[in-house]
Nanobody, 119 residues
Framework: QVQLVESGGGLVQPGGSLRLSCAAS????????MGWYRQAPGKQRELVAT???????NYADSVKGRFTISRDAAKNTLYLQMNSLKPEDTAVYYC?????????????WGQGTQVTVSS
């Protein structure tokens, strides 16, 4: 079973930056598509960014040009660099690992890390 542990959240002023990290239990990047999702109070969880096993990335329109997803296979760690943060980026951010094997989909979530953008 894959375990994911996020870190790096906190309070930041509008226009500031944060880097989130997600430590995975083992070498999973060659087998799992990794992603970051977020959930704001009273809203549904939404996709922020994903990176496939081949390294292709995808971003929500709301974060394109501001956020960058990356990974370090040697450290088994996924990152989300967040720049030019806005109050509407305030949410709990979750790390996600997804793998499809035949008809079975495996999905794992981290516990989440709070990001608050406020002056």
């Amino acid at each position: 079973q894959v375990q994911l542990v996020e870190s790096g959240g906190g309070l930041v002023q509008p226009g500031g930056s944060l880097r989130l990290s997600c430590a995975a239990s083992g070498s999973i990047f060659s087998r799992y598509t990794m992603g970051w999702y977020r959930q704001a109070p009273g809203k549904q969880r939404e996709l922020v960014a994903t990176i496939t096993t081949g390294g292709s990335t995808n971003y929500a329109d709301s974060v394109k040009g501001r956020f960058t997803i990356s990974r370090d296979a040697a450290k088994n760690t996924l990152y989300l660099q967040m720049n030019s943060l806005k109050p509407e980026d305030t949410a709990v951010y979750y790390c996600n690992a997804k793998r499809v094997v035949g008809a079975t989909t495996y999905i794992e979530w981290g516990q989440g890390t709070q990001v608050t953008v406020s002056s």
